[in-house]
């Protein structure tokens, strides 16, 4: 059977992409930031992934403002970089895995929680650059990712959001879903997004170390409390933008310690963990949590 056996957690800032993209990484601005990537490159090709299944959200690209779903499941053989109005970004197409995504849909809506379908979508930096982060640079017509993407998209952009509890419950049904799937793969869940930051109005610019590490050590060890966190204190503590950290709590709850939203297996092995001001308007943060 297919196996959730880790989870990858990540910031997705779009000037990280471009600084890839654009040979800036050795810049001192840059280079602490790729700093905290290096052991994540090595650990994903130690780990060697069959299938990862990349919660993000999309920023009104392939959702414009006309139809947005909370909670939409991409079900497509391919999906192509998106056009964020300076062009796609030069890296691989993402390849995906139609079965094991159609067999998550079709569980995780049988647990009542209710997928959008999407069979097709461009990916804009919010999958990207958590990708181009964790596998460094591909030439974008001969590279490859180095397995399919199951693209994962939550609204976190237009009012009202999912919350943290419907988040962290969520991921406990993919799990569900992913461990009745027959073929054996070995299948990494990431959460994406966050941490820290505010990108429009009075408080653009804001960061807020002190709340992003606590939620860290939160989320870590006592994910169900983190889960109760209600959306204003994202919004207060770590800004607007910050409450994309909600997604995280997707992946967090993948983990096989959680049972009925409940701490009760031992503990993931906190693997790797990064924290990192500035980078653009926003935190970096960055966990790699492996199954007990
Ligand atoms: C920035 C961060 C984001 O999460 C985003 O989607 C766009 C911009 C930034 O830091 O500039
Ligand atoms: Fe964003």
């Given at each position: 059977?297919?196996?959730i ?5 990540t910031?997705h ?9 654009l ?12 700093q905290g ?5 090595q ?9 990862i ?8 690209t392939a ?6 779903p ?10 192509q ?6 062009g ?17 849909a ?15 979508m ?16 591909l030439?974008p ?15 976190v ?11 962290f419950a ?24 966050g ?10 610019g ?21 889960a ?19 997604m ?10 959680v ?11 906190v693997r ?12 970096v ?7 007990a």
């Open positions: 059977m297919a196996r056996t880790a989870s990858v957690y910031s800032v779009p000037a990280i992409g471009a600084a890839m993209d040979g800036k990484t050795h810049e001192p601005y840059w280079q602490p930031v790729f990537y290096e052991f994540s490159r650990w994903m090709k130690n780990s060697r992934p069959d299938v299944f990349l919660v993000y959200n999309d920023h009104a959702f414009s403002l006309e139809m947005i909370t909670f939409a499941i991409g079900t497509a053989a391919e999906y970089p998106a056009d964020e109005g300076w796609p970004r030069p890296v691989p197409k993402v390849v995906g895995h139609p079965a094991l995504a159609s067999h998550i079709q569980s995780v809506i049988q647990q009542d929680f209710d997928l959008t379908i999407v069979n097709r461009d990916v804009d930096h919010g999958l990207t650059v958590p990708l181009s982060l964790m596998c460094g640079e030439d017509k001969t590279g490859a990712w180095p397995c399919p993407v199951i693209p994962f998209a939550v609204n952009v237009q009012y009202p959001v999912p919350s943290g509890r419907r988040c969520l991921g406990q049904a993919i799990r569900k879903a992913v461990e009745t799937f027959d073929d054996d793969l070995n299948v990494h869940i990431w959460g994406t997004g941490m820290s930051h505010q990108l429009q109005g009075a408080r653009a804001l960061i807020n170390r002190e709340w992003d590490n606590a939620w860290l050590d939160q989320m870590i060890a006592d994910p169900a409390g983190c109760a966190v209600p959306h204003i204190d994202y919004v207060r503590e770590a800004g607007s933008e910050g409450i994309e950290l909600v995280w709590l997707i992946a967090r709850g993948a983990m096989s310690d049972v009925d939203s409940q701490v009760q297996g031992p503990a993931p092995k790797h963990r990064f924290y990192h001001v500035p980078a653009s308007n926003t935190a943060g960055h966990l790699i949590l492996e199954n």
